[in-house]
């Protein structure tokens, strides 16, 4: 079964069930479309498939759609496989699943599948990450917007630094508690927010372990080198930043609010408890390639990514 948000990203899904039809092994699965019709929809479509034991659901969409469906195909013999069609695609970057949808319907293809962890914040789910602070803030304004895409997130992310506040917060886990005032806290189980932006450089989804990342607040002198640390892998080498990883983490804010999981905005009381669940999802993923990415790959792919996107949105 391919489950199919319309609406993420930036680019029309119309033509992807004939892309499905094309590349998919049909000696390997017999092919079926559904479009999502409303926030959830999603996760309700993959938890019929894995009742009915089907072997595989396609997430095509965004992380947000990729959450979804995840959530429906947790504990059960039925193996995500993910389309990344999405604005930022984190977690398919992560896992070094193609963007290219003729390349990551060849993955599919491999059916190479492996357990994968998930997390949980409070009675929330998510796969790639979670926060509190800044980029929390950022997913909400991003989520009213009407416009999507990387000019549209961009945009927030400068007029929302210059008015943002941030706050102190209680940081329990196993090695111990800490008070920090942060701009954020991000909470990974994958390595990136997406767009090769990597805010836990080190996470593993089969380890078993959270990757914590707090930025204490900075000021517009740091932004530049900030920046190039978040693309090119090497932001926990920051001394404005703290890195720990664990299994499971209790975070104490000021007042409730705004978190994200996976990109999407939530709401959330003071108190926000977060904690890894291991091997509890199948999902197929590439071959292991070999030899090392080099460390500026990232950030010339993300260059390269805003140069396109931009070009899109001004049809250039």
């Keep these: 079964m391919s489950i199919i948000n319309p609406i993420s990203g930036t680019h029309s899904k119309i033509k992807v069930p004939d892309r499905i039809g094309a590349v998919i092994d049909k000696s390997l699965y017999d092919i079926e479309i559904v479009f999502t019709e409303y926030a959830g929809h999603a996760t309700l479509l993959a938890q ?39 604005s930022g695609n984190g977690l398919a970057r992560h896992l070094d699943i193609p963007i290219e949808i003729d390349g990551a319907l060849k993955v599919i293809n491999e059916g190479r599948i492996e357990l994968l962890d998930y997390c949980k914040a409070n009675d929330k789910l998510f796969f790639c990450t ?48 800490i008070q920090e005032k942060a701009f954020l806290i991000a909470c990974g189980n994958a390595s990136q927010y997406g767009n090769n932006a990597y805010i836990a450089p080190h996470a593993s989804m089969q380890d078993g372990k959270i990757d914590v990342t707090i930025i204490r607040p900075f000021t517009p002198f740091d932004i530049g080198p900030l920046a190039v640390q978040l693309f090119t892998k090497v932001l926990d080498r920051n001394i404005n930043i703290r890195t720990f990883a664990t299994a499971s983490l209790s ?66």
């Design 130 to 177: 979670c926060g509190v602070g800044f980029d929390a803030w950022i997913s909400q304004k991003f989520a009213e917007d009407k416009r999507r895409g990387g000019i549209t997130y961009l945009k927030n992310v400068v007029t929302e630094y210059l008015k943002y506040k941030t706050e102190t917060y209680l940081i329990e886990s196993e090695s111990g508690s």
């Design 48 to 86: 019929k498939a894995a009742d009915d034991k089907i072997d595989c659901v396609l997430s095509v969409g965004g992380d947000g759609t990729c959450n979804e469906v995840a959530k429906g195909l947790i504990h059960s013999d039925t193996v995500l496989g993910i389309v990344p069609m999405g």
């Design 251 to 316: 975070i104490t804010r000021e007042h409730p609010g705004i978190m994200h999981l996976d990109g999407e905005p939530v709401e959330m009381g003071k108190r926000i408890d977060i904690s890894c669940v291991h091997d509890g999802l199948k999902a197929i993923i590439p071959k292991r390639g070999s030899g090392r990415k080099s460390p500026i790959e990232p950030l010339h792919s993300a260059l390269w990514e805003i140069i396109d996107t931009i070009k899109s949105e001004l049809n250039i």
